[in-house]
């Protein structure tokens, strides 16, 4: 008797190397596709997410292209698609989950990758100043990070006072 694997949709998030993915972006796109194809894998959709720097250096390279893809697999084959990225070195990682949460009609309908000239609020610090780049944050709601005024606070007026008590007493002492 023949087992029936039914395929179930995943989401993977493949990073490579962003001078490699400038030089050779279709022989990236091939080498992602390879790896799927050879798992029996369907690619339903794939592009360019973003380009940004690394959090540590990998394999002594500190920026990296993000690519999102998304396919029809069988549970089984994942951890064979995970082993050939490790083997293949044109992709430095991926990591990849399950989209039950996404429709295949959907899935080019995601939101498109914001660049900071788009977004609404700029916030600059010294070091991008004097760098010359620009970082955005939202707006966050300060409401949640207010305190508790009824917890009571120490008076922090008696502890120094306490102190400089004891050190005109430890000077006298000596003298």
Same mark, same amino acid.
């Given at each position: ?106 899935? !080019? ?5 914001? *660049?900071? &000239?788009?977004? =609404? @609020? +700029?916030? /600059?610090? !010294? ?5 010359? *780049?620009? &970082?955005?944050? =939202? @707006? +966050?709601? /300060? ?16 502890? /120094? ?15």
């Amino acid at each position: 008797m023949k087992t029936v694997t039914k395929s179930k949709l995943y989401e993977a998030m493949f990073l490579v190397d962003s001078a490699l993915a400038a030089s050779d972006w279709d022989g990236i796109n091939v080498a992602i596709k390879k790896i799927l194809k050879k798992e029996k894998a369907k690619v339903l959709y794939m592009k360019k997410w973003d380009e940004r720097k690394l959090a540590y250096d990998i394999r002594r390279v500190s920026r990296g292209t993000y690519i999102l893809c998304y396919f029809k697999a069988p549970g089984s084959v994942i951890q064979q698609v995970e082993r050939d990225v490790q083997l293949s070195e044109k992709i430095m990682r991926v990591l990849i989950l399950r989209a039950d949460h996404i429709n295949e009609k959907d899935i !080019e309908k995601q939101i498109p990758v914001v *660049t900071p &000239e788009q977004r =609404p @609020e +700029q916030v /600059t610090t !010294e070091t991008e100043k004097s760098a010359g *780049t620009e &970082e955005t944050f =939202p @707006e +966050q709601d /300060t409401a949640a990070f207010s305190f508790n005024e009824d917890l009571e606070q120490p008076d922090q007026t008696e502890d /120094t006072t306490d102190y400089e008590t004891n050190i005109e007493k430890e000077q006298e002492q000596t003298q």
